[in-house]
């Protein structure tokens, strides 16, 4: 009974403030408006202000207030960890209000954004790439804020994860025993990244690749792809002699020396 009767009081408080935020919404006091879009924001309560700053800003658009409620509008979205319309409204506010004391706020927060949106390596990668350029553009333009520390670490952090996605990419053909691909696949990475953390690892898969590929070749095609495997050895060792793959790489190399010099009258 005791429960039923606390359940009752909250649900009517509930509904009672309910009642109260829709008369505020529907009033034509748009001073009252603004006050109250400040107390629930205040207050945390960052669906009520958004709700009620998407109403009133129309209204002081061209006024002294335009620019605080549009910005605070932006973080209204942005605390509810709306990255999507908090990164819009940021931008837009950047693009609207280019000498406000927020301004520079705005234009870190819009990057910050699109960094919140950006996926796994696994996952298209268009809102890191989105990211990048907008922390980079922050930073030049504002080299000295209190963000451009963090900022550029958080540059690192998404260039390490394209590379992530490059390596992932080209590791698939790999997986998948596509051999000729994945070679191309394996050097696109290593050439768009050359001081890439996996590079052993990709380079160990291109000399291996080329090993499948030649072990499983038409016989008119293998004496040429065994030769290639080679190079690629050379290449492989002389940069990493000391890798964890060399045993492995110092095996190929022996298998695809012996094919050679079996077919040495033919080469």
């Avoid at 699109?114 to 796994?120: A, D, E, G, V």
């Amino acid at each position: 009974m005791r429960k039923n009767l606390l359940y009752s009081v909250i649900l009517t408080l509930a509904l009672v403030s309910c009642s109260g935020f829709e008369k505020i919404l529907k009033s034509p006091d748009y001073k009252l408006k603004y006050r109250k879009a400040f107390e629930f924001y205040n207050k945390e309560e960052y669906t009520k202000a958004a709700t009620l700053f998407d109403d009133i800003v129309n209204y002081f658009r061209g006024t002294t207030k335009a620019d605080t409620i549009t910005f605070y509008q932006a973080m209204s979205y942005y605390k509810q960890k709306d990255y999507i319309l908090g990164g819009h409204y940021f931008g837009t506010f950047a693009q609207n209000f280019m000498y406000s004391p927020f301004t520079e706020e705005a234009e870190y927060l819009e990057a910050f954004c699109y960094y919140q949106l950006s996926p796994r390596p696994q996952l298209d990668q268009s809102s890191t790439t989105t990211a990048i350029e907008s922390l980079r553009s922050f930073v030049n333009k504002y080299p000295l804020s209190k963000h451009s520390g963090e900022a550029r670490e958080l540059i690192a952090e998404m260039q390490d994860k394209l590379v992530e996605k490059s390596r992932l990419n080209a590791k698939l053909y790999y997986d998948m025993g596509v051999y000729k691909a994945s070679i191309i696949a394996l050097k696109n990475s290593l050439d768009e990244y050359p001081d890439t953390k996996y590079k052993e690892e990709l380079m160990w898969l291109v000399l291996d690749s080329n090993y499948q590929l030649a072990a499983n070749s038409v016989p008119t095609k293998q004496k040429e792809r065994f030769q290639s495997t080679i190079d690629e050895y050379y290449s492989f060792t002389s940069r990493y002699p000391n890798s964890k793959y060399k045993k492995d790489a110092d095996k190929i190399y022996q298998e695809a020396d012996n094919f050679l010099k079996a077919n040495v009258l033919n080469y």
